[in-house]
């Protein structure tokens, strides 16, 4: 089976026909590691242990849960799912933006396909922590377009920055608006810790440009090529040509995550929200999914939502927003973005595994080579500086 690390299609002596196993990683190996089912039990038994704290009896928040309107809470499905396209687009900018084109001889997947590998990189976040998915969604792109692992990873990358760029830059103003220039110290805290990330962020990418061949020249041979790829991808990426378009689908998907947010409060009978608020939600709760201790930060979101909401009914900001009410709108929300989530994504995935082996399979066939696919040699060499 093929490992991330063990991309690369040999080249050094290699005879006429250079074949590629295109298997994709296993994840239920991940999946059943004993650190990822620990990281499991921490995320579950931490969600359970602050929820139970945070509200009262658990029959009331049973009953709010039961009471949830069902077709605004399939609207917040829906609209959750649409998050999948848009930043399939998204990610179609950058893939361009670095040179994956027809005109490049790169036959990308179109939007389906590109959303499909957008969901299963999301769904292998929700059961291996560390955001792991990431590196899945740069394989999948690998074998299914047979581009460059490492330059694609450098498109993930930049993607990753603008995410946390934007999303640093619209909870300052979500957390404006909300609490109206006084900020609780807690939150302070935090927009003051993002502001250090952003800067931080910045110079490493001005770092990077002007300083990057310094750090070539003291990688070890072996790294040097594939970390080229890797600052090309990203560099690359923030093509002024491309930007524009990439922060318009960005904002776009931030407004989508909103949304899913703010159905779920209607679902629950909190049409008196302010708009601020969700937006505050649901971007404390995208920054939380980011730590690497449990898979798509689990417990630490349940308890984010509910207590920011919690928080901003103890400041007056809102009215109506009980611990049980606040409780019940992290667990109907999580139920839509975390375990929705892995039920779609273990369909997707087998689904993926099954028409994937086919694809592979017909290729193989076309090459008359068995059950792998067979580059030519003279396609090789091509492919060396495209797949590494």
């Known amino acids: 089976m093929t490992r991330l690390a063990d991309l690369d299609i040999p080249l050094r002596d290699t005879p006429p026909v250079v074949v590629v196993d295109v298997e994709p990683p296993s994840l239920a190996k991940r999946v059943l590691n004993v650190r990822t089912l620990l990281s499991f039990a921490f995320g579950i038994a931490l969600a359970l242990f602050v929820l139970r704290r945070m509200s009262g009896e658990l029959g009331d928040i049973v009953e709010q849960l039961a009471s949830a309107n069902p077709l605004l809470y399939l609207v917040a499905f829906a609209v959750y799912y649409l998050t999948f396209p848009v930043r399939a687009l998204r990610w179609r900018v950058l893939l361009r933006a670095v040179g994956y084109s027809q005109d490049e001889g790169v036959a990308l997947p179109g939007i389906p396909g590109l959303s499909l590998i957008m969901l299963l990189s999301w769904f292998a976040n929700c059961v291996v922590p560390a955001k792991l998915g990431d590196a899945y969604r740069g394989y999948l792109l690998k074998e299914e377009a047979r581009v460059s692992f490492s330059k ?3 498109t993930i990358l930049a993607e990753r920055i603008i995410d946390t760029l934007l999303l640093f ?4 103003l979500a957390a404006a608006l909300t609490f109206h220039g006084a900020l609780p110290p807690i939150v302070q805290l935090g927009i003051e810790l993002g502001a250090v990330l952003v800067v931080l962020v910045v110079a490493g990418l001005l770092i990077a440009h002007r300083f990057g061949h310094h750090v070539h020249a003291r990688l070890p041979d072996r ?7 890797l600052e090309e991808g990203t560099l690359r990426s923030f093509s002024l040509r491309a930007l524009p378009l990439v922060l318009l689908y960005s904002l776009l998907v931030w407004a989508v995550e909103a949304g899913r947010v703010y159905f779920v409060t209607l679902a629950l ?12 939600v649901a971007l404390a709760g995208a ?3 980011t730590l690497p201790l449990t898979p798509a930060g689990l417990g630490f979101v ?5 207590g920011v909401l919690i928080l901003v009914e103890s400041l007056g900001i809102t009215h109506g927003v009980s611990n049980d009410t606040a409780t019940a709108v992290a667990i109907l929300d999580r139920s839509i973005s975390y375990w929705s989530l892995i039920v779609v994504g273990v369909i997707g ?7 994937g082996q086919r694809r592979a399979e017909h290729r193989s066939r076309s090459a008359g080579t068995g059950y792998s696919e067979a580059i030519p040699l003279e396609r090789a060499r091509t492919k060396r500086a495209d797949c590494d």
């Open 287 to 289: 920054l939380l999914t």
């Open 169 to 172: 830059a619209l909870m300052a």
């Open 269 to 280: 009978g909190l049409a008196q929200l302010p708009l601020a608020v969700v937006l505050f």
């Open 302 to 306: 349940e308890s984010g939502i509910a």
């Open 223 to 229: 790294i040097r090529h594939h970390y080229a790829r």
């Open 349 to 355: 995935y087998v689904l993926n595994q099954r028409f």
């Open 152 to 154: 694609t990873m450098g």
